[in-house]
């Protein structure tokens, strides 16, 4: 019930197009849903985070779409940019477990110039 | 500090060996954490702190991992009688109040050889 699952393992994308990220999770104690940059050899950094009480929320070209009766939500990039390229990662947390984030499996996404 | 440093980058060890990870948060987060990544993984939960106390250890492993933190500030996760398995990428992350953005440090690459 802790699982995130998310999809998919990889990407290709041209620049300019829109790259799409998906996560699933079942717990429904989770009540923060953040998304995480990596590149190699670097720490994760935050992107963008949602909480459950609203259905979309965008900053800049990074799009986070939230459906709560499915417990499903996804990440958009929009206008996707060779730099852009690296590893994404889902997260989803909660107050009752210390707010310790549950990781997706990542996605490796490859931006085309 | 502008950000969470973590010492040393890398960290090569022989089994059986003893070692030590160091992580200074950003000045003033109160909230500590400790994760594990492996190859093409997403983080996983080790260990979490509010100021000096390890609020949840749930995700150490065994017994052989321990973390500290005397001060509220700076924590070092302590491994002893190493094994290959522990060959990974230990992050560290600080927030201000539990539960808003957690920043990583850019990790500690340790190899047991």
């Known amino acids: 019930q802790q699982q995130v699952k998310q999809s998919p393992q990889s990407l290709i994308v041209q620049k ?3 790259s799409i990220i998906n996560c699933a999770y079942e717990n429904t104690a989770f009540d923060y849903f ?11 950094a935050l992107l963008i985070a949602i909480r459950p009480d609203v259905s979309e929320k965008k ?7 939230f459906n709560k009766s499915a417990k499903q939500f996804s990440l958009h990039i929009m206008d996707s940019q060779p730099g852009d390229s690296a590893t ?20 490796r996404l490859l931006v085309r110039p | 500090g502008a950000g969470v440093s973590q ?8 089994k059986g060996k003893y070692v030590e990870l160091r992580c200074d948060p950003i000045s003033g987060h109160t909230a500590l954490y400790w994760y594990r990544q492996s190859l093409g993984q997403g983080p996983e939960f ?12 749930s995700g150490l492993p065994n017994d052989r991992f321990f973390a500290v933190r005397p001060e509220g500030s700076v924590s070092t996760l302590k491994i002893q009688r ?14 201000s109040i539990q539960g808003t953005e957690a920043f990583f440090g850019q990790g500690t690459r340790l190899t047991v050889v």
């Open chain 1, 34 to 44: 953040p998304w995480y940059q990596q590149f190699p050899g670097k720490g994760p």
């Open chain 1, 16 to 18: 300019g197009g829109i």
């Open chain 1, 59 to 65: 900053e800049g070209r990074f799009t986070i779409s």
């Open chain 1, 88 to 107: 994404y990662f889902c997260a989803a947390s909660s107050m009752d477990s210390s707010y310790k984030l549950i990781f997706g499996s990542g996605t």
């Open chain 2, 46 to 57: 080790l260990i979490y702190f509010q100021g000096t106390g390890a609020a949840d250890d």
């Open chain 2, 7 to 14: 010492t040393p980058s890398n960290k090569v060890t022989e």
């Open chain 2, 82 to 95: 190493t094994e290959r398995g522990d060959s990974a990428v230990y992050l560290c992350a600080s927030s």
